[in-house]
C-alpha cells in the first residue's frame, strides 16, 4: 500500500503534473470567483485540452480546477456579496456582512483556511472510509432524497434571519418558483404563460445573481455617496491570520461541518450546496457563541459552510471513483474527462488502474495544499479591489452579473430574468424576507418534487412510503426539530410576528 | 415603512392568489395512480399565500398598534427622499441598459451605462467619469470575450459590425 502511495506521489509530483496542477488550480478559481461561469463549466471548458494529455495530467488538471472552483466560489462572495457559485450563499451571508465592517482580510483567512481543513479531511475519509461511505450513499432512495432536501429547507428556513414566517415564505416562493417550466415527468408546461423563455425554468443563477448581488448594490445605493467601498487595511500576514484559539473555540463546528459535507457530498445529486447549507444551518441551531451575529457576520457560520463545501469534493470523488456515478455536476464532467482516456470509473477500475485512483487521491491532497498557497498569496491583491471609487465598483459588479446572466444561454430574456429578480430581491431585503431560503428551494426544489412523486409511485400512493426507512425517518424528524427546536429556544424570533 | 411592509405582502397575496388560480388548471393533470403536475405547486403556492396573509394580518395589527403619527425630523424626511431617488435612479438606468444592450451591443451600451450609473450614485469626479468607462469596459471585453470567450450581445446594423472588431 505504501508502495502504491509512494508512486503515485512520485508520479503527480513530476514537473508537467504540478504545472497541470497549478494552471488548473488557478483556472477553477477564477471560474469559481466569477458568477455565471460555474465549477462545472470551467471542468468543461478545460475537457477538450485533456486529449492530447497523458491521463494522469488530465486528471491533475482537472481535479485543479475542481477543487479550484469550489475554493474560489467565496471569493467574490465576501468581497463583493456576489455568490459564484450556489454553495458560496451562506457565505455571502457571513463573509460579506464581515467585509462590510471592514474585516474582508480576516474573513477571507477563515474562509481559506477552513476551506483546505474541509477540503484536506475529505480527502483523508476518500482514502479510508470510500467503501463505508459508498455503501451508505446506496441506500438512498427517492424517500430519503426527498427527505434530504425536507430537512435541508426547513434548517434554513427555521434559523433565517428573525422571522420564522418570513423564512417559509421565502422557502416556499422559491419551491414554487421550481415548479416553473415542463414538468420532469408529465412534460406539461407549468407557470410558463405560452412563453419559450420559461419553457425550461427559472435558472437559479439567474435567480441567484438578482435576488442577491443585484439587490445588494439597490441596498447600498440608499447609503450616502462615499467614494470608496470599505475599508482595505491588511495588516500583514500575522496580523490577519486567525488566531488558534478561533479553531479551538468553534471545534465542534469544525468537526460536524466536514462530515456533514463529506456525507452530503457522496449522495448523488446533492453535493456541494445542501452540504453548505446544512452545515450553515447546523451551526446556526447550535451556536453557542455569539447566536445573534447569525445573518450579521457571524464567524461560525461562515466557518461551517466553508468547511462543508470543500468537504463535499471527497464525497464526490469518493463514489464517482468507487461506483462509477457522479455525485455532482462537475464530478459528471470528470466521467466525460475518464472516457476520453479509455477508462470506466466504477468498481473495477481500483484493480485496473491503481495508478489513477491512487494519483487521483495524491492530487486531491496536494491540490488543497497548492490552493491555501495560491488564494493565500493572493488574498492582498483581492482585497486591493475595493480600492476601486465605489461608483465604479458598483457599476462593474453591475455589469459582472449582466455577463454572467447573459453568457448562461446567450438569452436576452435572462437579463431581463435577472432585473426582475433583482427588484424581488430588494423588496425582500428591504421589507426582512431572508433570500437565502428561497435560493436554497430553487435549487432543490426539482429534486424534492421529483423525490416525493418517485417515492408515492412506488408506495402506490401511500404517503407511509415516505417513512419506510430508518434514514428518512431521521432526516423528516430532523426536519421538524429544526422548525420545532427554535420556538423554544429563541422564542423572540417569532417577535412582531 | 410600515405601509410598505403592508403594500407589500398584500401585493404577496394578490400574486400568489393569482398564481394558485392558474394553478387550479393543472390539478388532476397526470397519469393514473400519479399524483401529478398540479399538486407540488399547489402544495408551494397555497402555503406561500398562506403565510403572506399571516405576514399581512400581523403588518396590519402592529401598524395600528403603534399608531400613524410618525414624528419625523425635516433631515429625515430629506434623507429618505434623497435614498428614494437614488434607489430608482440605479433601478431605472440598470433596465435601460439591459434594453438597449441587444440594440447597441456591450461596448456602446457600457460605455454610456458606466458614468451614467456612476452620476446616479452621486459620483461627480470628472477623471472617474472620463477615464473608468473605457478603462472598465476594456478590461472586460478583454478578459470576458477575448480570453474566455463568453458571448456578448453584438447589437444591430452598424453596432454589429463594430462588436465584430473586437469579439
Known sequence: MVDIYLQAFATVLMPQNLIAMTLGALWGLLAGALPGISTSMG????????????????????????LGGI???????????????PSS??????????????????????????SI???????????????LIANFALRFGPPEYFALTVLGLSVVSGLSGGSMLKGFLSCFFGLFLATVGTDGITGEERFTFDTVTLLGGINFVVAMVGLLAVSEIFIEAEEPFKEYKGGVEYRGLLGELPPFSLFKKYWLTMIR???IGTIVGALPGAGATIAAFLAYGEAARTAKHEPEKFGKGAVEGLMAAECANNAST????????????????????????????????????????????????VAMLLTNLLLLVLTGTAIRLFLELNRLPYSVFSAAIMILCVIGAFGLNNSVDDLFLMFGFSVIGYFMRKFGVPVAPCILALVLGDL???????SLLLSGGSPLGLVSSPISVILLAGALFSIVYPLFKKPKMLDGV | MKKGEIVFFAICVAFFGFMFYEGLDLAGQGRAGEIGSGLWPLLAIGASALFSVALLISSVKKY???????DRTPEAIAEQKRQRITVTLSVVTFLIYMVVIPWLGFIFSTLVYIPVFALALGERRKSVLLISPFLLTGIIVAVFAKFITIPFPKGVGIFAEFSRLFY
Open chain 1, 43 to 66: 471542468v468543461v471548458l478545460l475537457l477538450s485540452f485533456t486529449y492530447t494529455l497523458s491521463p494522469m495530467t488530465a486528471f491533475v488538471l482537472l481535479i485543479g480546477a475542481y
Open chain 1, 71 to 85: 475554493t474560489g466560489g467565496s471569493i467574490t462572495s465576501i468581497l463583493f456579496g456576489i455568490p459564484g457559485e
Open chain 1, 89 to 114: 450563499v451562506p457565505t455571502v451571508i457571513e463573509g460579506h456582512a464581515l467585509a462590510k465592517q471592514g474585516r474582508a482580510a480576516y474573513a477571507m483567512w477563515v474562509y481559506l483556511l477552513c
Open chain 1, 117 to 131: 481543513f474541509g477540503g484536506l479531511f475529505s480527502v483523508f475519509v476518500m482514502i479510508l472510509a470510500t467503501p
Open chain 1, 257 to 259: 461541518s466536514p462530515i
Open chain 1, 314 to 361: 471527497g464525497g464526490s470523488m469518493t463514489i464517482l471513483l468507487s461506483l462509477g456515478i457522479p455525485g455532482s455536476n462537475t464530478t459528471a464532467m470528470l466521467v466525460a474527462a475518464f472516457m476520453i482516456h479509455g477508462m470506466q470509473p466504477g468498481p473495477l477500475l481500483l484493480s485496473t488502474r491503481p495508478d489513477i485512483i491512487y494519483g487521483i487521491f
Open chain 1, 448 to 454: 424534492a418534487e421529483l423525490s416525493l412523486r418517485r
Open chain 2, 64 to 70: 395600528r398598534g403603534e399608531g400613524t403619527a410618525e
